[in-house]
Nanobody, 121 residues
């Protein structure tokens, strides 16, 4: 089994910062891309930021200049530093990882349970 556990969400005032973490554990051979998605009430889940195993990053336009994604491959962990937060950033944030399972060497798309981020105005 592969598990992704997120942490770092919470309530923050507009203009504030939060740092999300997501640690992958279990029967992992390697991890390709990792990313953060978010889903606001009544809206579809959307990509916030992604990072390849080599460190190449991509961001949604709404996140550019404010959010930074990074990863620690040795710890199978991905981070999302969020600065200058806005009320419209309020959502449940989900971690995603493309995991190659150790036992089967099959690519598996893993998701975390989600962590709530609420930005008050």
């Amino acid at each position: 089994q592969v598990q992704l556990v997120e942490s770092g969400g919470g309530l923050v005032q507009a203009g504030g910062s939060l740092r999300l973490s997501c640690a992958a554990s279990g029967s992992i051979f390697s991890i390709n891309a990792m990313g953060w998605y978010r889903q606001a009430p009544g809206k579809q889940r959307e990509l916030v930021a992604g990072i390849t195993s080599g460190g190449r990053t991509n961001y949604a336009d709404s996140a550019k200049g404010r959010f930074t994604i990074s990863r620690d491959n040795a710890k199978n962990t991905v981070y999302l530093q969020m600065n200058s937060l806005k009320p419209e950033d309020t959502a449940v944030y989900y971690c995603n990882a493309e995991v190659i399972k150790r036992a089967t060497m099959v690519l598996f798309d893993a998701w975390g349970q989600g962590t709530q981020v609420t930005v008050s105005s």
